[in-house]
């Protein structure tokens, strides 16, 4: 194993939310070091405008590239709409992937109808990334995105499940389903998303597919390491690092409900971008 392999993986997004992804990651490969840094100051990405977005993306790639990071995740799905091939070419040969493409791959592979359906935020569906990603792979795909900007309140507040989180699950979804009988595959197109899949799972009932972009981007990660040949076999790691832009204490209560266990905001490095 060389020097490279031992590097951390750099992951950031707009928030807690990639906080999701980094969970998958962690399960996925338990060996590797983690940096993860979310921008808290300017969220959410979802709202701004692409430029912004890709000037926001660029400098918190460049912090994480500064630290040493061998691989950087875009975990947030907004940033990878617009962010992945700007953020390839310069900082190539080091890898970047996005979400976007591992969980529309993976969507196009549940769904037997070819008829999807996205949820995502505002930024991410207006920008029509999901649309494009899976028409380049199934060109006869029917693809309908929504957008479900009250979902990432329900996430961040902690009320994922129950009546509350049914009945706003209930206004987004209905629609879709009432205009598109086939759709035979849910596609969570941000990275919030995932904690609300029981929810989800009540409304739409249990024969349509549910695909999560976190887990499919941690195998897709996985994969690569594999064939670059930067897989760290040396571990278990430490503990990840956490960085945020703003307010670690937020990040910290808000946050453990992503990551999957508790963390105080000690742990949170604040830094400026």
Known sequence: MTKANALPIGVFDSGVGGLTVLRALRQRLPNEQFIYLGDTAR??????????VLRYSIQAAEFLVNQGIKYLVIACNTASSVAVEPLRERFAPMPVIGVIEPGSIAGCAASKSGHIAVLATE?????????????RLEPNARVRAQACSLFVALAEEGWTDGAIAEAIAHRYVDELFRNDSQIDTLLLGCTHFPVLAAALRVVIGPSITIVDSAETTARAVQAELIDRG?????GPASAPVLQA???PERFARVGSRFLGESFDASRVELVDL
């Not at 930067?230 to 040396?234: E, G, H, P, Q």
């Open 230 to 234: 930067l897989l760290n076999t040396a």
């Open 245 to 247: 832009t703003d307010s």
């Open 43 to 52: 969220l959410p990405y979802g709202t701004k405008s692409a430029d912004s």
């Open 123 to 135: 930024g991410t569906v207006r920008g029509g990334a999901y649309q494009r990603a899976i028409a």
